[in-house]
C-alpha cells in the first residue's frame, strides 16, 4: 500500500501563502490529490494530479489560488496555495487515487496521509 507523509502546515495571516508537500512511496501513475477538512465539515476536494503525465485538476473554489505540482523523481507533490482565507483554515490531506485521473470524491482514495494543519487568520 503507498504510505504519504504531508509537511507544511503553518499559521499564517489572510493573505499569505503556503507550500505543503506529500511524499509518497511510490508513485505510478495514480493520482495525488489534496483534500482538506475543517471543523464540523466534511472533507473536501482541492485537486490533484497524475505525476506521471503531470495532468492537473482543481476544485472551482480554489482555482487561481491553489496550485498543484509534482517532482516525480522526489516522489513529491506540493500544493501551493496563495492569498490565503480564514476559510482555507483545516487540516490538509493528501491521497493516493485511481490511475490515470484524478475525481473529486474523496472515496475513490485508498490511501492517505495523516494531515497537516494550515491555520488562516484575519
Known amino acids: 500500500e503507498v504510505q504519504l507523509v504531508e509537511s507544511g502546515g503553518d499559521s499564517v495571516k489572510t493573505g499569505g501563502s503556503l507550500r505543503l508537500s506529500c511524499t509518497a512511496s511510490?508513485?505510478?501513475?495514480?493520482?495525488i490529490a489534496w483534500f482538506r477538512q475543517s471543523t464540523g465539515k466534511e472533507r473536501e476536494g482541492i485537486g490533484g494530479?497524475?505525476?506521471?503525465?503531470?495532468?492537473?485538476e482543481y476544485h472551482a473554489s480554489v482555482k487561481g489560488r491553489f496550485m498543484i505540482s509534482a517532482d516525480y523523481a522526489e516522489k513529491t507533490v506540493f500544493l501551493q496555495m496563495n492569498s490565503l482565507r480564514p476559510e482555507d483554515t483545516g487540516v490538509y490531506y493528501c491521497?493516493?487515487?485511481?490511475?490515470?485521473?484524478?475525481?473529486?470524491?474523496?472515496?475513490?482514495?485508498?490511501?492517505w496521509g495523516q494531515g497537516t494543519q494550515v491555520t488562516v487568520s484575519s
Open positions: 494530479i497524475v505525476p506521471a503525465t503531470r495532468r492537473t
Open positions: 491521497a493516493a487515487g485511481p490511475i490515470g485521473f484524478c475525481p473529486i470524491t474523496a472515496s475513490r482514495y485508498n490511501a
Open positions: 511510490e508513485l505510478n501513475n495514480r493520482c
